[in-house]
C-alpha cells in the first residue's frame, strides 16, 4: 500500500474511530515515556534506552494520526466533539509528560558529562609531575590534563 493510500485510508475512517485510533497511540506513547523519565530518575540509563524503539515507533504513530486529524478537523469537530476534547485533553497530558522528560533527559546529561569531566581530570592529574615550582609552590600546567577520554558503549 502506498503512503498515498494509507493516508486516504485514514482520512476516510468514521469520525470516532480515528480519534479513538489516535487516543490509543497517545495514550501509549504517554506512557512509554513516563516509564523513561521514572527509569531515568531512578539511574536505569541502560533500561531507559531499550525503550527508545517503542518511543520513537508510538511517537510515528501519533504524529501520522495527529497529521490526519488536523486533515480532518472540521469533520471531526462537527461528528466527534467529545472524541476531539479528549484528545486535546491527552494532547496536554503529552505536552506535560515530554516537558518533564527533556527536564529529566537534560539532567543525566549534565550529571554524564561532568562525571567524564572529573574522570578526565583525575587521570590528568595522575600523568602530571609534582615538583615544585620556582615560587615554591606544586606546578599547576592545565595543558597536561587529559584530553579526552574513551567511552565503550557496548556495557
Same mark, same amino acid.
Given at each position: ?106 539532567? %543525566? ?24 615550582? %620556582? ?21
Amino acid at each position: 500500500m502506498t503512503a498515498a493510500a494509507r493516508l486516504a485510508a485514514l482520512d476516510a475512517l468514521p469520525a470516532e474511530e480515528l480519534c479513538s485510533r489516535a487516543e490509543t497511540a497517545l495514550s501509549a506513547l504517554v506512557d512509554v515515556m513516563n516509564q523513561e523519565t521514572t527509569l531515568l530518575r531512578a539511574g536505569h540509563l541502560r533500561q531507559a534506552g531499550q525503550l527508545t524503539p517503542d518511543k520513537t515507533r508510538l511517537s510515528q504513530d501519533y504524529v501520522t494520526f495527529a497529521r490526519a486529524i488536523q486533515r480532518q478537523g472540521k469533520r471531526l469537530a462537527a461528528e466527534a466533539p467529545k472524541a476531539m476534547d479528549r484528545l486535546r485533553a491527552g494532547h496536554e497530558s503529552l505536552a506535560t509528560q515530554m516537558a518533564e522528560n527533556l527536564r529529566v533527559l537534560a539532567t %543525566a546529561k549534565t550529571v554524564t558529562e561532568d562525571v567524564l569531566t572529573d574522570v578526565a581530570r583525575m587521570v590528568g592529574q595522575q600523568n602530571r609531575a609534582k615538583t615544585y615550582g %620556582a615560587g615554591g609552590k606544586v606546578a599547576t600546567d592545565a595543558s597536561s590534563s587529559a584530553k579526552g577520554i574513551a567511552i565503550n558503549r557496548a556495557l
